[in-house]
């Protein structure tokens, strides 16, 4: 079954730090690759994608992602969490126009 | 920036009643989904429509379910008889040529009492 993993519900950093969040799917083909972001009581916000060429793309607020094809991973990555990036996130892969989304998994960035 | 619409934002409803979600799409886009995630749980797929036809389905989408284009523009989820587990947040998304990103609505809550 086609499948995105998402193995952290919640990924805590102080602010300023470095945050990873984690992302694994299991699709067969090749797949696009999303990342999206939902603030409480709003719709999910497109990040960034990865479809081909440079495995580190860049995305919105300052978030990038790196796609590894052996591990079949694409984590969302920031140098330098800020508060106001405390959210939910939702990976996400497609195949044929149908996306499968991870679970999500709450970033919490405390001052 | 182009944005999908839904409406109604929150709607309330007796179990048993029928519901109808709307959305308006970007208007160049082809691809229409929609998804629900009951409260604080996942992104769940219900349907994809293309080409004025249901595409795929989830086990969700059952014949309480449908899907149309009523007028070639708006997007509409209508639930026939409401069931308690239907409370969730519904979302409408569209995509372009190639679908190969998907912009969301904000999404209607809806509350089956």
């Known amino acids: 079954a086609q499948s995105v993993a998402q193995p952290e519900d919640q990924v805590n950093v102080a602010e300023g730090n470095p945050l990873t969040v984690k992302c694994t799917y299991s699709?067969?083909?090749?797949?696009?690759l999303f990342w999206y972001v939902q603030y409480p009581n709003r719709g999910l916000q497109f990040l960034l994608k990865y479809i081909t060429g440079d495995n580190l793309v860049k995305g919105s607020y300052g978030f990038e992602a790196e796609f590894n094809k052996s591990q079949t991973s694409f984590h969302l990555k920031k140098p330098s969490a800020l508060v106001s990036d405390s959210a939910l996130y939702f990976c996400?892969?497609?195949?044929?126009?149908?996306?499968?989304f991870g679970s999500g998994t709450k970033l919490n960035v405390k001052p | 920036e182009p944005e999908v619409t839904q409406t109604p934002s929150h709607q309330v409803t007796q179990m048993g009643q029928e519901v109808i979600l709307r959305c308006v799409p970007i208007s160049n886009h082809l691809y229409f989904y929609w998804y629900r995630q009951i409260l604080g749980q996942k992104v769940e797929f219900l349907v994809s429509f293309y080409n004025n036809e249901i595409s795929e389905k989830s086990e969700i989408f059952d014949d309480q379910f449908s899907v149309e284009r009523p007028d070639g523009s708006n997007f509409t989820l209508k639930i026939r008889s409401t069931k308690l587990e239907d409370s969730a947040m519904y979302f409408c998304a569209t995509g372009g040529a190639g679908a190969n990103v998907l912009t969301f609505g904000a999404g209607s809550r809806l509350t089956v009492l």
């Open positions: 996400a892969a497609s195949v044929f126009n149908k996306f499968y």
């Open positions: 699709v067969s083909g090749n797949p696009y």
